[in-house]
């Protein structure tokens, strides 16, 4: 027997969705937010101004950074249990979403240790306080409509993945002019993490007929109009098309899983500290590549493939990437052969022991994967 769960309550989206917020009933709202782009574009203002116009009172923990810190989610949960609200609301890209999230955690459950955050496996019931409420102002993550969250150790440089069902947003706002501002890097970077999502998720080993629908919807939506927001940023048609494919895809990885493009990119990101959709993007098609060699992943790729209208996926990925001018090998970003060494059998270790891995169509030992990270770090065709 098999479930799916698509998202929370219910998803808004389109133009003036944040007016959905004034149809919330409660006392206190505590926002969680980061950056500064959010405040001086006056996104901030509206989402407090729509909550207030709704009766609620407001509190705003504005300060978290890219890739939040168990500090930072310990930092916010204190204010949230100050404050007791009975909403939370998360507007950002996936950082702040996910640190709301995992405030959330430790709001309804302030006994829990937080030395041991990174660990947690039965996570306990939620919404005993509060309901959440998830708005992106990037196209990407797909954190408004996902189960999962992201959580940095920065001690030990480790990323790791924090999930529960329960941790889906009850609503989710896609507001595309929220998007319009992103920058041409981040535009590109986080839509290729959504079309990562969609991609891993379409081959996954747990995949089905409902997130195969959702994960070939998502990436044509994606390979289409990707191309069309990085050029055309202030197009709000759009802007809305790529936020409401990269949550399509959210709800396809969020069932079924991803693969060891995320087991790997995690450890760029946690080690070296490189964007985690840029890492995505920069090792997708290798992975597509590697794996070829199973039928099953061969078959859908081949399939996809004519739906794209190209020969050739990973080489179509690779083109994509081009043309959102993102970097085809590790040595791109600026990370020497001596650091990258220094730090390769780290990685390799970390990358085999993500649960990401497990629901990868092509299985993977010690060998290849220290393999596959130097192909990529040269930017070689894999041939293995």
Not at 339 to 368: S, W
Request: charged residues 25%; neutral net charge.
């Amino acid at each position: 027997m098999n479930s799916i769960k698509l998202h929370g309550d219910k998803i808004f989206f389109g133009n003036d969705s944040t007016k959905a917020l004034r149809n919330l009933e409660g006392k206190r709202a505590f926002v969680v937010t980061g950056g500064t782009t959010i405040k001086k574009k006056g996104y901030l203002d509206e989402v407090i101004a729509q909550l207030k116009a709704a009766g609620f009172s407001v509190k705003c923990f504005d300060s978290v950074e890219p890739d939040p810190s168990v500090e930072t989610v310990q930092a916010g949960a204190e204010q949230m249990i100050e404050f007791s609200p009975d909403y939370i609301v998360a507007i950002g890209g996936g950082s702040p979403i996910d640190a709301a999230k995992a405030m959330w955690i430790f709001y309804e459950h302030p006994d829990l240790d937080f030395a041991n955050t990174l660990d947690l496996v039965d996570i306990p019931s939620l919404r005993n306080k509060a309901k959440f409420v998830a708005i992106p102002t990037t196209s990407g993550t797909a954190s408004e409509v996902t189960k999962a969250m992201v959580i940095k150790d920065k001690k030990k440089k480790l990323k790791k993945g924090i999930r529960t069902e329960d941790a889906i947003p009850d609503l989710a706002i896609l507001e595309p002019k929220f998007t319009a501002t992103m920058p041409a890097w981040l535009t590109a970077a986080t839509g290729m993490d959504a079309f990562t999502h969609a991609l891993e998720a379409y081959v996954s080993v747990k995949a089905n007929d409902f997130s195969d629908v959702l994960a070939t919807g998502a990436l044509e939506g994606i390979f289409k109009f990707l191309p069309l927001a990085f050029v055309k940023p202030d197009n709000l048609e759009y802007r809305e098309k790529v936020l409401n494919y990269q949550s399509i895809a959210g709800m396809a990885f969020s069932n079924v899983g991803l693969g060891i493009v995320h087991s790997m990119a995690h450890q760029l990101g946690g080690v070296f500290g490189v964007a985690h959709g840029l890492a995505n993007a920069l090792i997708l098609p290798y992975v597509v590549q590697y794996n070829t060699k199973s039928e099953a992943a061969q078959q859908k790729y081949e399939h996809l493939a004519k739906r794209l209208g190209v020969s050739d996926l990973a080489l179509a990925i690779k083109g994509l990437n081009k043309e959102l001018e993102i970097p085809m090998a590790i040595k791109e970003l600026d990370i020497s052969k001596e650091e990258f060494e220094l730090e390769l059998d780290l990685i390799v270790k970390r990358a085999l022991e993500d649960g990401c891995t497990l629901t990868n169509p092509r299985r993977i030992n010690e060998k290849e994967m220290k393999a596959l990270f130097k192909y990529i770090y040269e930017g070689k065709k894999i041939d293995f």
